[in-house]
């Protein structure tokens, strides 16, 4: 299995709070995402980063931001979280384009 | 916008007989990517496909892509109970700033195999 551990596993805030999100990968590969998965609507992309300090929009990435300061680490924040934000999050990683991208075990987060 | 449909969205099946989850997409790609997911699960990576014609097989799925037409399948023979689960397709889309693979998911197609 690919070295990619998420945390929380779990989580349940507030209205209002800002919540991170932690991705970390042991398998030094160079591109990371952040996904939700809803029902209904399989996942969704919200941000990637494509190497250290590199990184971009998804297609849900209104108010969400991210940030990836080291190869391995990639950071999801919620500034203000709603309650439309409550989700299934997955972080996944990929060395190239030719290959899959392999996905953590997810955090389930829920905001109050 | 890169549309991906799956269908169906829920397939009950039997043991022992064969079904077909199909994928389609609305733009231009030749990059398209098979997951599985058990419940509560992470997802799997099952296959896959980087050019137009291309077939792959693992056991009693296989899966193949015509990018002319946009549409993918993913055949199951002979389904067994250990099959169950959902499966997603995912598209990737054009290539920008060198930025990795920018997939876009299908809706998930829930397979339920009965004895």
């Known amino acids: 299995d690919a070295g990619i551990t998420q945390s929380p596993r779990h989580k349940v805030t507030e209205t209002g709070t800002p919540v991170t999100l932690r991705c970390h990968q042991t398998?030094?590969?160079?591109?990371m995402y952040w996904y939700r998965q809803d029902p209904g609507h399989g996942l969704r992309l919200i941000h990637y980063?494509?190497?250290?300090?590199?990184?971009d929009k998804g297609e849900v990435s209104d108010g969400y931001s991210v940030s990836r300061s080291k190869t391995e680490d990639f950071l999801l924040t919620l500034e203000s979280a709603t309650s439309s934000q409550t989700s299934v999050y997955f972080c996944?990683?990929?060395?190239?384009?030719?290959?899959?991208?392999?996905f953590g075990d997810g955090t389930r987060l829920s905001i109050l | 916008e890169l549309k991906v449909e799956q269908n169906p969205l829920f397939l009950s099946m039997q043991e022992g007989k064969n079904y077909t989850i199909y994928c389609n997409y609305s733009?231009?790609?030749?990059?398209l990517y098979w997951y599985r997911q058990d419940p509560g699960k992470s997802l799997e990576s099952l296959f896959v496909?980087?050019?137009?014609?291309a077939v792959k097989q693992e056991g009693r799925l296989m899966a193949s892509l015509d990018t002319k037409a946009r549409l993918s399948t993913l055949h199951i023979t002979a389904a067994v109970h250990d099959l169950s689960a959902t499966y997603f397709c995912?598209?990737?889309?054009?290539?920008?700033?060198?930025?990795?693979?920018?997939?876009?998911f299908g809706g998930g197609t829930r397979v339920l195999v009965k004895p």
């Open positions: 398998e030094n590969h160079r591109y």
């Open positions: 733009t231009t790609s030749d990059r």
């Open positions: 496909l980087l050019s137009n014609g």
């Open positions: 995912a598209v990737d889309g054009p290539m920008i700033k060198a930025a990795g693979n920018k997939l876009t």
């Open positions: 996944a990683i990929s060395i190239d384009r030719t290959q899959p991208q392999h």
């Open positions: 980063s494509y190497g250290v300090k590199d990184t």
